[in-house]
């Protein structure tokens, strides 16, 4: 495979000089988070945070030599609550490419792990159930560090409307929080597998890994940049949730996963831990609605996890009569996502006579309780010295399974193929 794509150049900050606050360590880290939203965060191997690291990274391994069969007793699906338990088999949602993905995962959720009383009691392989107490103490030391991190960025961020952060990651309030195991089986080096381009839901991504193959969108090289792994290093990165609580001044990225030129044949590995906020957080959607957290994350989990017959389904409601092809719907020829990406930008760049940003809606398209759900938002205004790239990675985003599908569908627009798309003006932001 060819490899065209440039190498990341993220910036790392130390848990140590955050804790302490020294060398201007909270202003590095809203700038970085307003940026590029994607940093390294050092920690000493002995640290309580290094000693999570690494007890973590065993256990990945140890999780997926376990016989897939054990795993598939526990469907996400129906596992737990709120959509953060259990095993999602490889294949099963589109990848990177469109194809099936190339990765399973399994989901080791918050509440059962560290909430007092918490009703559901935490199911799934003995391997999960028999060191429930140290992936509790472990996740625990996680979310500590979270809280720091929230804690800094309220500190510079000052105005008090952002001083609820740490208050909406209560550690003793339910959550979606969830540690999450990934395994790459197999990766054949070519277009195929991976993980879609997206956004993060929650609040902020600990991610480890030590394989190459995650990549992040730099929005002003207008390029994918492979992120090279780091020994005792997180990859943090803002999430959705953390981009609307502060009214998108941090950024919530997007990534995704393809195979590396060097990893063909071989499997690749990561793991997460997903601080989300606690269930009833309000957050204030693009177009002013708020939506309880749990409400949101269930909606974007669903659009990422949605059975190939709605999708077939969503192909009848976004494409006329187009019979389905699921999630390998093809491309036009000469059209790839990234040269219909440019197709949107281009459609989006023109309108630059627009006040305020406009959203594209479908209605229904999702059960979601106001039968709405945003599949573009543009913002700032268009022409506005700001970037506008930030409103794409909230299209990819939310749109996630259906991302391609709605390129398509804008690029028919765009060449008159359909006439008619439904957009709706939304309130500016500020
Ligand atoms: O596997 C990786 O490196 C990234 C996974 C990821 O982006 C996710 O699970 O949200
Ligand atoms: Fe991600």
Redesign the pocket.
């Known amino acids: 495979m060819e490899n065209h794509y440039g190498v990341a150049n993220l910036q790392t900050l130390r848990l140590a000089e955050l804790e302490a606050d020294i060398d201007k360590a909270s202003e590095r880290l809203l700038s970085i988070c307003a940026n590029d939203g994607f940093f390294w965060l050092e920690a000493d191997q002995d640290s309580e945070l290094g000693k999570a690291i690494a007890y973590l990274a065993d256990f990945n391994e140890r999780l997926f030599d376990i016989e897939e069969e054990e795993k598939r007793r526990y469907p996400f699906e129906t596992t737990g609550r709120g959509l953060c338990s259990g095993f999602k088999a490889a294949g099963t949602e589109p990848g990177a490419f469109g194809t099936p993905d190339g ?1 399973e995962l399994y989901m080791v959720p918050y509440n059962e792990l560290l909430i007092d009383n918490y009703p559901h009691e935490l199911v799934g392989p003995s391997i999960v159930k028999n060191e429930q107490e140290k992936m509790a103490l472990h996740t625990a030391t996680y979310h500590g560090v979270g809280l720091l991190l929230l804690n800094r960025l309220s500190q510079s961020l000052g105005q008090p409307q952002y001083q609820h952060l740490a208050s909406a990651h209560d550690p003793q309030v339910p959550t979606t929080s969830s540690l ?1 195991f ?1 395994k790459y089986p197999d990766q054949q080096v070519g277009n195929e597998g991976g ?1 879609v381009s ?1 956004t ?1 839901v929650g609040t902020l ?1 600990f ?1 480890y ?1 030590l394989s190459p ?2 990549q992040i969108y730099h929005p002003a090289r207008d390029a994918w940049e492979w992120v090279e792994p780091r020994r005792n290093c997180l990859l943090v990165n803002v999430g959705d949730s953390l981009a609307l609580m502060t009214d998108r001044k941090l950024r919530s990225s997007l ?1 995704r ?1 393809i195979p590396h030129p060097s990893t063909g044949g071989t499997t690749r590995h ?1 793991f ?1 831990y997903f601080m989300r906020p606690i269930e009833t957080a309000p957050l204030r959607m693009a177009g002013g609605q708020v939506l309880e957290s749990v409400e949101w994350h269930l909606r974007k989990i669903k659009v990422f996890g949605a059975p190939l017959e709605v999708q077939t389904e969503a192909n009848g409601v976004l494409l006329g009569d187009r019979s389905g092809g699921g999630a390998a719907a093809a491309f036009p020829d000469g059209y790839d996502a990234e040269t219909l990406m440019r197709l949107v930008f281009g459609f989006a760049a023109k309108d630059t006579g627009e006040e305020g940003g406009r959203c594209i809606t479908l209605e229904g398209m999702l059960n979601s309780t106001d039968g709405r759900v945003v599949l573009l938002q543009e913002y700032p205004p268009p022409g506005s010295h700001q970037s506008q790239w930030h409103g794409t990675a909230t299209l990819f985003g939310i749109v996630g399974y259906w991302m391609q599908e709605t390129l398509l569908l804008y690029m028919e627009y765009e060449l008159g193929v359909i006439d008619d798309i439904n957009t709706t003006p939304v309130q500016p932001l500020v």
Do not use: K
Request: glycine share 6%; aromatic share 6%; proline share 0%.
């Open positions: 990765f999450t990934l993980h997206h993060d991504t991610l890994t193959g995650l990534h996963v990561s997460a």
